[in-house]
Antibody, heavy 114, light 106 residues
Framework: QITLRESGPTLVKPTQTLTLTCTFS?????????VGWVRQPPGKALEWLAL???????RYSPSLKSRLFITKDTPKNQVVLTMTNMDPVDTSRYYC???????WGQGTLVTVSS | EIVLTQSPATLSLSPGERATLSCRAS??????LAWFQQKPGQPPRLLFY???HRAPGIPARFSGSGSGTDFTLTIISVEPDDFAVYYC????????FGQGTKLEIK
């Protein structure tokens, strides 16, 4: 059974750095299987942020690339997303997702406010 | 960046009617398009990948078609459980989603 679960802070202040962890089970990262992050502001559309594969290939949203860093911890079955210089417009539910799109975490709501 | 434009923004139908949802890409994406369904409080659910390949467990009343820049998601007879927001997503160049089509009860 494949599962993914997001964890991290629910509230961050403007200018701070957000760090989210995705803990997954039921599959292994390979050169063709990865884990990514998608966010969704309340009431708005979905947006891909970043993706990492088992061979450490990393892909980023071109518009957010300067603020994002994704890494994996293979022994722990975790993928970590870091997003710098957070702003209130970054308030969203952040999902981690299997690269085949079938499996998603429930998401974690992150609010950016002072 | 490849922009996906979904139409209509809102589709109001009664159960039993046919639903036709459109997704148009700003440039050719061959067949590298997926469709998702999202209900309130839930993550998206994959319906189709590579334009027309049905994901496991998706009912046959759903179909996906198209290639190049124009894609369609069809529900031949809408059921009460189908009322939700539908998103298309391309993976030809990075990954981008459309803005969604809300299928609501008329």
């Amino acid at each position: 059974q494949i599962t993914l679960r997001e964890s991290g802070p629910t509230l961050v202040k403007p200018t701070q750095t957000l760090t989210l962890t995705c803990t997954f089970s039921g599959f292994a990262l390979t050169s063709e299987v990865g884990v990514g992050w998608v966010r969704q502001p309340p009431g708005k559309a979905l947006e891909w942020l970043a993706l990492v594969y088992g061979d450490d290939e990393k892909r980023y949203s071109p518009s957010l690339k300067s603020r994002l860093f994704i890494t994996k911890d293979t022994p722990k079955n975790q993928v970590v997303l870091t997003m710098t210089n957070m702003d209130p417009v970054d308030t969203s539910r952040y999902y981690c997702v299997h690269s085949g799109y079938l499996y998603w975490g429930q998401g974690t709501l992150v609010t950016v406010s002072s | 960046e490849i922009v996906l434009t979904q139409s209509p923004a809102t589709l109001s139908l009664s159960p039993g009617e046919r639903a036709t949802l459109s997704c148009r890409a700003s440039q050719s994406i061959t067949n590298l398009l997926a469709w998702f369904q999202q209900k309130p409080g839930q993550p998206p659910r994959l319906l189709f990948y590579d334009a027309s390949h049905r994901a496991p467990g998706i009912p046959a009343r759903f179909s996906g078609s198209g290639s190049g820049t124009d894609f369609t998601l069809t529900i031949i007879s809408v059921e009460p459980d189908d009322f939700a927001v539908y998103y298309c997503q391309q993976r030809y160049a990075w990954r981008t989603f459309g803005q969604g089509t809300k299928l609501e009860i008329k």
